[in-house]
């Protein structure tokens, strides 16, 4: 086999071939020039065959694969031919876009680094322009998304993500089953959040057979809106956040406006109070013993935290229901600020927390596909 060969077939570019001599090294890597195998032109416009070239452009060097480690460089001089329909254009090329300054095979090899690494590394990693490669990533999931498959989503997650600084949000929407994102819309507003079910259709929200979400108010009224028969299922994660922060107010609180003596010993106990009573060893347990002994206000806080546990421990609607308005009750009644605004939040979300207990039998959704959808909530998900 010819050395001429040999980078023709290294090229795997059908109907195209390496000249001879065409190959050189230089500093910012491999150029090959090529050029066609036959005469014979189609016109990019209709497709139509074309025996001769009009004339040609002037040299155009395209970015492709790398090879032995370099960056590599295809100079080709594409033809236009003079179409008996569409007039004088260029010449129709299966492996490069109208005027594209990279190969269609090189774009989908950066846009599955794309998949593997941040932007601004792929940039640096192949010496691209950041938009560039921003661009290219773009158009390869805009493709890849018009060729997916959209089968019934039967456990939707509906989520939030930091995109920019200063509480700039997304909201992402996710499959629970299968692990992959759905959606995602620049913000986290209730129009925003129903303009995403509006263009996914009466069809797919009647598929869903439970919402898993935080107790982010637009996200529930849209559920409502658009998913009617939907159970909204409260991530236990976020419920608990809540709670989390409502009783570090009372600490911090508490710290401020005690004694110096009382301070020092509230000061270093942060995770004590959010951390489980099980999982305490018994020098944890002896320290919150004693602070709760001189401090009345985080002894309630610390309780009403323990017991809302047995919330998730509730068989029945009616038991919850008893249970979540005795609690709530508490709260007020503690005259602890953090928790008299919890208690308020969770009533506004209390007629969907009920109605979850009441539709779960009849949805077929068992505690162990609620555990389940609380687990799959927080695992990693693929753009």
């Avoid at 460089?73 to 010449?91: K, T």
């Avoid at 700039?168 to 299968?178: G, I, K, N, P, S």
């Avoid at 710290?255 to 305490?280: F, H, P, T």
């Avoid at 602890?336 to 979850?356: D, G, H, M, T, Y």
Wanted: with cysteine; charged share 35%; aromatic share 10%.
């Amino acid at each position: 086999m010819s050395r001429k060969s040999l980078f023709t077939d290294l090229l795997g570019i059908q109907g195209w071939r390496v000249k001879a001599g065409g190959v050189r090294i230089e500093e910012d890597g491999v150029v090959v020039e090529i050029e066609p195998k036959r005469p014979g032109f189609r016109c990019a416009c209709c497709g139509q065959g074309v025996l001769f070239a009009y004339d040609h452009q002037p040299v155009r060097r395209i970015r492709d694969f790398p090879v032995w480690g370099r960056r590599c460089h295809l100079e080709v001089q594409f033809a236009r031919v003079d179409c008996p329909d569409c007039g004088v254009g260029i010449e129709e090329v299966d492996w490069v876009k109208r005027y594209g300054r990279y190969t269609q095979r090189y774009e989908l090899y950066v846009a599955s680094l794309c998949d593997l690494l941040p932007v601004t590394d792929v940039a640096e990693l192949e010496g691209l322009n950041k938009n560039a490669v921003y661009k290219i990533d773009k158009k390869w999931l805009k493709r890849r998304e018009e060729q997916r498959e959209e089968p019934p989503v039967r456990y939707l997650g509906i989520d939030e993500i930091a995109i920019k600084r200063g509480h700039r949000y997304a909201t992402v929407f996710y499959d629970l089953e299968r692990r992959t994102v759905i959606g995602l819309v620049k913000s986290r507003r209730e129009r925003a959040v129903g303009g995403f079910f509006r263009r996914w259709g009466k069809k797919q929200c009647k598929s869903v057979v439970a919402v898993c979400m935080d107790l982010w108010s637009p996200f529930l009224n849209s559920v409502r809106r658009h998913c009617k028969e939907a159970v909204v299922v409260f991530d236990k994660f976020h419920v608990y956040g809540y709670l989390s922060k409502a009783i570090e107010g009372v600490r911090r609180h508490q710290q401020n406006v005690c004694s110096d003596e009382d301070g020092k010993l509230i000061k270093g106990s942060r995770w004590l109070w959010l951390r489980a009573s099980k999982n305490l060893k018994r020098k944890q347990t002896h320290t919150l013993d004693q602070i709760m002994a001189i401090n009345k206000p985080l002894a309630k806080a610390y309780l009403l935290k323990e017991d809302f546990e047995a919330f998730y421990e509730c068989e029945g609607r009616e038991e919850a229901k008893k249970f979540l308005t005795q609690w709530m009750k508490r709260c007020r009644e503690s005259r602890l600020e953090p928790f008299i605004k919890l208690a308020k939040r969770l009533k506004l979300s209390q007629p969907s927390i009920n109605v979850r207990l009441r539709k779960l039998k009849d949805k077929g959704i068992t505690a162990d596909d609620i555990g389940s959808m609380d687990d799959l909530r927080h695992l990693p998900f693929t753009f």
